[in-house]
């Protein structure tokens, strides 16, 4: 019999705050952490805004000669990972046991900012100039590695690179890991740190990125004049655990992860396939491992990135697979406040999802103006509203086709 996995600890470095409170609070009061782009030299690009960490000292929740040979996404990963343990009052090798504990964070580009500076060096002053650390602060399952070296976590040690599904795929292997009874506690999340000059470059040539100047509006999810995605970084980090091991020592509970599907669309290495199968074979199988309904989903925290194809054939997937009840669903797109954080997105919307059933609000969807006819659902625009529900879905897709759904109740 599969054990039942609950989540006991959350952390965040995000856009909006460099904790999960701070975070939470703005996005429930729909607030943007959107503003003009400081990583990168703007006049070099079309690209004038993102959505960056502000105010991150890495000093603050780790050594800082450690912290040096950290990129910064696992600088981010560490932090959020401390906080998660904290909250959920996780005493690994003292009351639970440092094997029973693993970690499970994905990446979906990893170190690139290091490279690009390491790269220059090599260009200007060869070789040897180039940092001994390089590897180890490029490679996306450091994460994952730093965190466990960092916490003393000693069971299975992963990371999924899935693209924008990173942290959603990641969340959703470590579910498994506890169903199987492999483990006790899953350290995981997903976590991203790319906003680089090869980034920017990168997506705006294939014209994925908003143009607009203004920061208080380029990210416009499900808006008839969304331009493209705004890019963002930082870390969420969620501390799984086995309902029982959890009982035993008293932790809080923010819910229960009871469904997990994931699906390749074997259609386009950028496009999701028409009319979203992918998407909507992963929220099947979603709904079938949670053995549940369509119509027990009160509130989808959908991928909406603000890009043409995305919001359109995700709407069109919602439609396939809920059928009229979509037209019931309350849906929104809270990357129209925190940008897109790439392999972090999925699970920092993990934790908005948990947070809505907690706090009983669903985040509001803003800078949504003007209705888009073949868009035509509920995606709660502009303004939270009250949640009374017990189920929501969480959507994240990724460049390569890669889809994944994770589906959370609210505990009794």
Known sequence: MKKRVVITGIGAITPLGNDISTTWEKIKSGVSGIAPIRKIDPEKFNVKVAGEVKGFEPDAYMDGKEAKRMGRFTQFAVAASKMAVEDANLQIGKTVDPERVGVWIGSGI?????????HKRYLDK????????IIPMLIPDLAAGRVSIELGAKGINNCSVTACASGANSIGDAFRVIQNGEVDVMIAGGTEAAITEMTVAGFSNMTALSTNPDPINASRPFDKNRDGFVIAEGSGILILEELDHAVARGAKIYGELI???ATGDAYHITTPAPNGEGGQRAMKLALKDAGISPEQVDYINAHGTSTYYNDLFETNAIKGVFGEHAYNLSISSTKSMTGHLLGAAGAIE????????QDGVIPPTINYETPDPELDLDYVPNVAKPYNGTIVLSNSLGFGGHNATLIFKKLA
Do not use: W
Not at 126 to 133: D, I, L, Q, T, Y
Not at 350 to 357: D, G
């Open 110 to 118: 990893g170190g690139l900012d290091e490279f690009e500076v390491q």
């Open 126 to 133: 060869g070789p040897k100039r180039v940092s001994p650390f």
């Open 259 to 261: 469904g997990y599907g």
């Open 350 to 357: 993990a934790i908005f999802s948990l947070l809505s059933m």
